[in-house]
C-alpha cells in the first residue's frame, strides 16, 4: 500500500538534521520551518556547524515517522518535545 507523502515539500528536499540524531540515533526533540522554508530536525540540544548534517525529508521520515504529524507546520514556527513521549509545543521562531 502506498501511502502519500504528508509534506507538501517534495521527498527529497534537502534538510537540517544533528549528528545525534543521524548517527547516535537520538530521537527528534525539536522541528522548525523556517521562513524561508527549511527544515530542521534535531535532538533538542545545542550544536555546532560541524554537528550538523544535510538529509532529505524522506530520510527524516524513515528516521522518526511520528514527525509526519508537523508535516503542516507553517513558516516561521517551530515544535518542542521534552521526551519522545511528550506531545509538541509549537511557537513562531
Known amino acids: 500500500m502506498i501511502r502519500k507523502f504528508p509534506f507538501a515539500d517534495k521527498p527529497n528536499t534537502a ?42 525529508l524522506a530520510e527524516i521520515l524513515r528516521i522518526d515517522p511520528s514527525v509526519a504529524d508537523l508535516a503542516r507546520l507553517d513558516y516561521g514556527l517551530y515544535a518542542e518535545a521534552k521526551d519522545e513521549k511528550s506531545n509538541w509545543v509549537v511557537n513562531r521562531i
Do not use: A, M, N
Request: glycine fraction near 4%; aromatic fraction near 12%.
Open 15 to 56: 534538510c537540517f538534521t544533528c549528528c545525534h540524531v543521524l548517527e547516535e540515533h537520538k530521537p527528534i526533540l525539536y522541528v522548525s520551518h523556517d521562513d524561508d522554508g527549511y527544515w530542521t530536525f534535531h535532538c533538542g540540544e545545542s550544536h555546532t556547524e560541524k554537528e550538523l548534517r544535510v538529509v532529505s
